[in-house]
């Protein structure tokens, strides 16, 4: 029967680099962030701006990547709708710096029509929002996967995601849905968003003077002094920075 688009990710993706110690001595990353900077790549994970520097780069080069493959099957598919499921942890604020690319790049870079996450709130919608353009955005939320989810929980989900700039929702999963009988609070949900779009709310945009002011590299680099030297009971997390 066809799809209408394609997830440029898995699901809950996201990115880990490597180890500073393990990172191999040819790869070509080095000697562009010699040419970028002026100085060598650091030796090990450091609270210090070279390793900054590296986290940014490699973030840029990461999001720039989904861009050529959005632009690689846009031109082949040019009606397919490129979307997104990334991870969206919540560890120390945002774990961008490690385990997650930035919104804001994925949307100057990434070539997505969507991007997406889940089970986030209106803080995570207004960013993915500001990043990408209104409606251009998608949440996924849970559908009940373990039990019955109060009607009220679900309605709140499904009307903040429209009225702060998100363009699809969706949930996990269908079964779910059906088994714990979160099927007719969703229905309604979606007949009301049915009932704000007749109303012009799908168009409805903030004003112009009004902005979401965010800085990424704050949160990076105090995720960075937060976590240095820090030892945690799961052995994922016991790099500090490199968790």
Known sequence: CGADGVSLCSDEHYYKGHFMETFPKDDPARSLYQ?????????????T????QWIQMRHEGVSGLYGDWAKELKA????????????NFSIACSNITESAIPMDLLGQKGGLDFIGTDYAGPYTI??????????????????GMRSKRPDMILYSEMLNSVMYGAGDISFY?????????NAPAITRGFDMIADLE?????????????????????????QIRSWWG???????????VEG
């Open 35 to 47: 040419k970028r900077f002026g100085h060598s790549l650091p030796k090990t994970e450091e609270d």
């Open 49 to 52: 701006l070279p390793f900054r």
């Open 76 to 87: 082949k598919y040019p009606k397919a709708v490129m979307r997104s499921t990334f991870a």
């Open 126 to 143: 207004s960013l993915m929002t500001a990043a990408n353009g209104w409606r251009r955005s998608e949440m996924m939320y849970n559908g």
């Open 173 to 181: 999963r269908y079964n779910y849905i059906i088994e714990n009988r």
């Open 198 to 222: 007749k109303l012009g709310v799908f168009h409805a945009e903030p004003a112009s003077d009004v902005a979401l002011l965010f800085s990424r590299a704050s949160c990076d680099w105090w």
């Open 230 to 240: 820090e030892k945690a009971k799961d052995p994922d997390w016991d790099r500090g």
